[in-house]
């Protein structure tokens, strides 16, 4: 027993020293492959790197190639461009070396000519500027006939082709044109149902006729002429109002100074209208757009103003056709001088109101209303010696036509409205005066007054200064009596 127990000990240490030995080779081994496969690694690594160094060294070496062969081409250019630089110096120098030779040359030439000049001067007595008037005056006694014959030849020959020309241009165009030269009068005559109705519009005392004449700034004439009444003024609104306001008491029947009040304001709305819708069908006749309304309504009002008896907004209808025609005739602008006919004699619409000439208010109109300055110089330079522009001539001159053509206009009667109009003016220079009225053909002047400016005993020295004024300033025939107005009315109503 003992015997098997040691073989058996002996046998199991032998087998673990055999295995035991076994596995330290297996572990010796596998290091060893580990060592090799570790040195494989290393030389790869190395291999690697030393290429990628070789490599950065190759591109360092071309970017450096790159950068000399810049650094060449840039040497190269800068020494050219010293060399150019060089050259543009020498040509320069050259340059003014030779323009000193030119001047060198030039004061030697001068000097010559100088010199020549004053032996010339010397030989023949006579200085530059004498021997020049002697050669004119010796030229002119040689051909001043000869001259004299020919000018006088060339003005009559141009003179007379010049004036054919024209007449038949102005006749072509008033042939063209043609309108009525119908002018206006001072009076309005207005046909009543009945004589009866003369009473009613005179009123209880007048007072109807009193209330009427100062609403309007009329006279009315109320006479033994069968059923008629006549309007009697200088100005047409005035008339037109007090014409529309007694038709409306006439058809109504109720006639009373608060009837009259209210048919005096319809009045005027409807003038007011009226005179917009003028100026419209003057704007659509013409075939022009592009006006302002505004303007448009301030044309309108031409139709209630006259120059020397002549409608004046027929004169710029008729002066807009005649400078459309001669444009055309012409080749001018024809849109312009049509448009600059229309308007030139626009500032008479507000020349009541605003100083200065018509022309020069007719301009500052223009500008507030924005229209083209080649418009604007025909209608500020209409009545101008020489007008700058060939349309601003054309206006000028069909102006003329149409002032000129025979029963066109009346002169007495402008100078009769223009003495109503300066015995108007006068009286509204004083403060305190709200309206005025000339009527009784300039023999009465009616100055309404503001009551709260001035009282009774002030409104009998405003009529002496009046008076006084009229006497100093203007010329008229007889006397003109000064009728001054203070009038207040309280208003208030129970609830």
């Known amino acids: 027993m003992p015997v098997g127990i040691a073989i058996g000990y002996y046998l199991r240490k032998g087998l673990a020293k055999k295995l035991t030995g076994s596995i330290e080779e297996k572990a010796e081994k ?13 030389l790869q690594a190395k291999d690697k790197a030393i290429q990628i160094i070789d490599e950065a060294k190759k591109e360092e070496e071309g970017r450096r190639q790159d950068l000399l062969s810049a650094q060449k ?11 150019k630089l060089l050259e543009l110096q020498e040509k320069q120098q050259k340059l003014y070396d030779k323009a000193n030779q030119v001047e060198k040359v030039k004061a030697e030439i001068q000097k010559i000519k100088d010199d020549h000049l004053a032996k010339l001067e010397e030989i023949s007595g006579l200085t530059k500027e004498e021997a020049k008037k002697f050669l004119l005056d010796r030229t002119e006694k040689t051909i001043k006939e000869e001259l004299v014959v020919r000018i006088s030849k060339l003005e009559r020959e141009s003179s007379d082709v010049l004036d ?3 007449k038949e241009l102005l006749s072509l165009a008033i042939e063209r044109c ?23 519009i005179i009123g209880r005392e007048g007072r109807n006729i009193k209330t009427i ?79 302002d309304p505004k303007l448009v309504q301030i044309l309108g009002r031409l139709k209630y103003r006259t120059s020397f008896g002549q409608n004046a907004l027929q004169h710029s209808l008729e002066v807009a056709h005649l400078s459309a025609l001669l444009a055309e005739e012409l080749g001018a602008n024809v849109s312009v001088a049509k448009k600059a006919g229309l308007l030139h004699d626009i500032g008479k619409a507000v020349d009541h109101e605003v100083t200065g000439t018509h022309p020069e208010i007719g301009r500052d109109i223009a500008k507030k209303f924005n229209i083209p300055e080649e418009i604007i110089i025909p209608i500020a330079t209409h009545h101008d010696d020489m007008p700058p522009t060939l349309e601003a001539i054309i206006v000028k001159v069909a102006d003329a036509i149409s002032g000129a053509r025979p029963g066109a206009r009346k002169d007495t009667y402008e100078h009769y409205l223009q003495r109503l ?55 008229y025939p007889g006397e003109i009596k000064v009728n001054v107005i203070r009038e207040k009315r309280v208003v208030e109503y129970a609830r």
């Open 421 to 475: 109009e300066d015995l108007e003016k006068v009286a509204r220079s004083f403060d305190g005066v709200e309206k005025t009225y000339a009527i009784q053909a300039g023999r009465e002047i009616r100055v309404f007054v503001t009551p709260d400016k001035i009282d009774d005993l002030g409104a009998l020295k405003l009529a002496q200064e009046i008076a006084k004024k009229i006497e100093e300033e203007l010329k």
């Open 30 to 42: 596998l290091l060893a492959e580990t060592k090799n496969k570790q040195r494989e690694l290393l």
């Open 73 to 83: 081409r840039l040497e190269k250019r800068e020494s050219l461009f010293d060399q």
């Open 164 to 166: 054919v020309k024209a």
């Open 213 to 291: 004449e100062q609403l309007t700034g009329t006279e009315i004439i109320i006479d033994d002429t069968p059923e008629a009444i006549t309007v009697s003024g200088f100005s047409p609104i005035r008339r037109h109002v007090a014409k529309k306001a007694l038709e409306k008491l006439i058809l109504d029947g109720r006639i009373h100074p608060g009837r009259i009040e209210e048919a005096v304001e319809q009045a005027k709305k409807e003038l007011a209208m009226d005179i917009k819708k003028a100026g419209e069908d003057a704007v659509y006749e013409l075939g022009v757009a592009g006006f």
């Open 178 to 200: 043609a309108s009525s030269h119908a002018t206006e009068i001072t009076t309005t005559t207005i046909t009543i149902p009945s004589d009866e109705m003369k009473g009613r």
